[in-house]
């Protein structure tokens, strides 16, 4: 038994309210059993209740046993003078407020439908990843669409908030927050924390003043670490020399990344740090303004030309600095870019979503998302094993949202699949 269950039961009033009575033995009748409240104080305010024959308006507080009213030393804080009713499992004792006078007891012990008890101890003690894997199939899908829906609304905002963030750390400039979360992108799994120390270390706005490409590439390798070993690489000399001048010019002396930051191990070529670095530098070389291409590229199809931008001659022939390799554009590949829209592009837009108060941009990350194909993952396949099956990466995100913020914390009183299950009287395993 968990004190969430305790909130849930008391929120919906899932519990046998015929004579009602405190452990007094007071008659008790609930006309409003108030508003849920996550901050300090008691957990419910502006209940209305009936004990006697007096009407009493205040908050309700709840806990497992009464004793944890002293536990949590609430017999010493004036916030909880204003309860005007302690709800519990089990009344172990009275509790008292501040200046001494009692607090009614409401125990629910036995006032709790078995079934759905014993269903709640089933969801919490589960064994699969999901929870309510044995009642999945027996939840109305309508129930589940829904749910889905809302589990990925609820991710885009989180995101967004995360983008919000970052926004206001960099002092309210959507251009360096536009290039923060891209460079984090663009070291996908493997390399996104020394991408992000990359954008920490080497501003857009010095990256934007440089005049071509050479001097583009200079920077980013040059702060990434990457030109302290180039041997006898002509070009990479060349970078190298690049650097030590605008180093000096920018300032940049100590910000450089050391090179065993990189990971390459088990990597594809194409996947190489070094090969990324010399796809953003053709991004980033381009003279469009980076937030607005972000936030105002139409189409899926043109946030991949964005993406899919060739290198430099240098990097058509090479993966690492002094080893060449067969000439190709080396643009970076479909799959590639389409992860760059789902965590790029899609929590900038629902940031601006949130910041701009413009509901288009979270409609158009929607869109965007139901346009994308991606392959299902560990957590999806756990979906798909139950008969769901994902079809977009609108899909996935939405599976990715509920398992993480419902699923695996075992957060089924918050779920409407979990709620539904926990209201059915006929619903079976």
Not at 307 to 326: A, C, I
Request: overall charge positive; charged content about 25%; some cysteine.
């Amino acid at each position: 038994m968990k004190e969430d269950f305790l909130h849930y039961i008391w929120q919906h009033q899932y519990f046998d309210k015929s004579g009602l009575r405190t452990t007094a033995g007071e008659p008790l009748q609930v006309l409003r059993p108030g508003f849920y409240h996550a901050d300090a104080g008691p957990d419910f305010k502006e209940a209305l209740l009936r004990v006697g024959q007096v009407e009493w308006s205040g908050s309700v507080e709840l806990h497992l046993r009464a004793s944890d009213w002293y536990r949590h030393q609430h017999q010493l804080d004036g916030k909880y003078d204003q309860v005007v009713l302690h709800v519990v499992w089990e009344a172990d004792q009275p509790v008292h407020r501040t200046d001494g006078s009692l607090v009614p007891v409401l125990e629910l012990k036995e006032k709790i439908d078995l079934q759905l008890r014993q269903t709640y101890a089933q969801l919490q003690l589960a064994g699969s990843a999901v929870p309510c894997a044995a009642f999945w199939p027996a939840v109305p899908d309508i129930t589940k669409t829904q749910m889905l829906e809302r589990a990925l609304v609820e991710r885009l905002e989180a995101k967004g908030e995360q983008v919000l963030e970052l926004y206001r750390a960099t002092g309210n400039d959507w251009e360096q927050t536009a290039y923060m979360v891209l460079l984090r992108g663009f070291g996908f799994k493997i390399n996104q924390e020394a991408f992000a120390q990359l954008a920490g270390a080497l501003p857009l706005a010095v990256v934007r003043k440089q005049q071509s490409l050479v001097q583009t590439e200079a920077l980013l390798f040059g702060v990434a670490g990457f030109l302290e070993e180039v041997g006898e690489d002509v070009y990479g000399k060349e970078l190298g020399k690049e650097y030590a001048f605008l180093c000096h010019k920018h300032k940049l002396t100590g910000q450089e990344l050391k090179p065993h930051q990189w990971n390459f191990l088990r990597l594809r070529p194409a996947n190489f740090p070094t090969l990324r670095l010399a796809q953003l530098a053709a991004l980033l070389h381009r003279p469009q303004a980076l937030f607005s291409v972000l936030l105002h590229t139409a189409s899926v199809q043109a946030y991949e030309d964005i993406f899919r931008v060739p290198v430099s001659v240098y990097w058509q022939k090479h993966y690492l600095f002094g080893k060449e390799s067969k000439a190709s554009r080396k643009r970076m590949g479909k799959s590639s870019a389409r992860n760059l829209i789902i965590n790029v592009v899609v929590p900038l837009l629902a940031a601006y979503a949130a910041f701009s108060g413009e509901r288009q941009y979270l409609e158009k990350a929607l869109y965007l998302l139901e346009e994308l194909k991606e392959e299902s993952n560990k957590i999806t396949r756990q979906y798909e094993q139950l008969g769901w099956k994902a079809k977009t990466a609108a899909d996935n995100q939405a599976a990715l949202g509920l398992f993480k913020n419902y699923c695996r914390p075992v957060n089924c009183l918050r779920c409407a699949i979990g709620n539904k299950i926990l209201k059915a009287k006929n619903l079976t395993v």
